[in-house]
């Protein structure tokens, strides 16, 4: 069983920046496909990016130049820096890892989540 964490959560002002981490166990990560989703109060799991085995990336539109995912394989991390954060990107931020190497926006295609970490962004 894979185990996925997140951390690096928190309050941060309108305009700040964040960086969130997420740890992901098993001997085969490199060859998961990684991803972030979040979930606002009363809304549905956003996708917000992905990234693929190869490190090929896809971001939703609201985060576009704004936020970037990276992996290290050798750590068996995925991080994602948020920059010019704004009130509508508080959320639940969630972690997803599938076997398959895809870096889906579907969230149906992922296969272990972690527990979410809280970003909240004040106005």
């Known amino acids: 069983q894979v185990q996925v964490v997140e951390s690096g959560g928190g309050l941060v002002q309108a305009g700040g920046s964040l960086r969130l981490s997420c740890a992901a166990s098993g001997d085969t990560f490199s060859t998961y496909g990684m991803s972030w989703f979040r979930q606002a109060p009363g809304k549905e799991r956003e996708f917000v990016v992905a990234?693929?085995?190869?490190?090929?990336?896809a971001y939703a539109d609201s985060v576009k130049g704004r936020f970037t995912i990276s992996r290290d394989n050798a750590k068996k991390t995925v991080s994602l820096q948020m920059n010019s954060l704004k009130p509508e990107d508080t959320a639940v931020y969630y972690c997803?890892?599938?076997?398959?190497?895809?870096?889906?926006?579907?969230?149906?295609?992922?296969?272990?989540w972690g527990p979410g970490t809280q970003v909240t962004v004040s106005s």
């Open positions: 990234i693929n085995w190869s490190g090929a990336t």
């Open positions: 997803a890892a599938n076997r398959r190497g895809r870096g889906s926006v579907y969230y149906s295609d992922y296969d272990y």
